[in-house]
């Protein structure tokens, strides 16, 4: 039986061994392209998206992160920066 892959696609870093340091770089500078330009897309959506978190955190709302595996890490270590880089208790950002 063969089955559909939904979750991944071809990838455009094939035989990385073979390429010289300059392909790689350009590669990975495509790559960050690509990022900027997502970002960008999203800005008003981000902005709302944090007005909204401001407001809630005002009327005593707690900010959680949510992830598993690094995702989930990176929220328990960007929780942990909180209370010191901008005085928040520690109940307030949760990772």
Do not use: W
């Amino acid at each position: 039986m063969e089955f559909k892959k939904i979750t991944e696609s071809d990838s455009n870093h094939e035989n990385l061994e073979k390429k010289s340091i300059e392909e790689l770089l350009l590669g990975m500078h495509e790559e960050d392209k690509k990022s900027v330009k997502a970002v960008g897309e999203i800005i008003d959506k981000t902005a709302l998206m944090i007005y909204k978190i401001v407001d809630q955190l005002k009327k005593g709302g707690r900010l959680f992160y949510i992830g598993a595996g690094t995702s989930g890490r990176l929220g328990v270590l960007d929780a942990s920066e909180c209370p010191p880089t901008f005085g928040t208790s520690p109940e307030k950002v949760i990772g």
